[in-house]
């Protein structure tokens, strides 16, 4: 009996000794990217593929995969918010490279990735290709998306609190 009591004490203490002291021993994490496309003719939901004229499905290619060329990405998923508009929400998959290390309490980093549009017409698969590159802060309380390009053109800029939502037009 005195065995099990040791050891459950002793089991206790080491469970509490590992324990932070401080709240700031944990890293908030700010990286999901809401991303909406809509057509510049009439503000139709081009991801929802059940309207007409929309794409029927949208991949991922990593850019920058050292092994494999256009690495499919997986971690999106295509959920309609209040409006029952469908966005694409990204939270990680595609390799994420250092750009940069000012200091170690401050370094950014980068992925690069394909984003195919596909959808049919006339019977064939016809695929459109765009270019997103992401740029992420880390500090060692903060990892977050903090600017998206789309095809080279600065699409999205942080701005803290806010969700990470981004429109593309078509």
């Known amino acids: 009996m005195k065995l099990r009591i040791s050891i459950i004490l002793a089991t206790l203490v080491l469970l509490f000794s590992c324990r932070g002291d401080n709240e700031d021993d944990v890293q908030i994490i700010d990286q999901v990217l809401m991303m909406y496309v809509k057509s510049s003719t009439n503000g139709q939901d081009l991801l929802n593929p059940k309207i007409k004229n929309s794409y ?3 991949t991922l290619l990593d850019l920058l995969d050292p092994i494999v060329a256009q690495k499919p990405i997986s971690g999106q998923t295509f959920p ?3 409006d029952t508009i469908v966005y694409m929400d990204y939270a990680a998959g595609a390799i994420r490279q250092l750009k940069d290390s000012i200091s170690p309490e401050l370094k950014t980093y980068k992925s690069r990735f394909i984003i195919r549009y596909s959808k049919n017409v006339n019977s064939q698969v016809v695929n459109d290709d765009d270019i997103i590159e992401l740029e992420y802060k880390w500090t060692p309380s903060l990892f ?4 998206l390009w789309y ?5 999205f800029t942080k701005v803290p609190g806010q969700r990470n939502i981004v429109t593309i037009v078509k």
């Open 80 to 82: 309609k918010d209040a």
């Open 151 to 155: 095809d080279n053109e600065l699409k």
């Open 144 to 147: 977050q998306l903090s600017k």
């Open 56 to 58: 029927s499905t949208v």
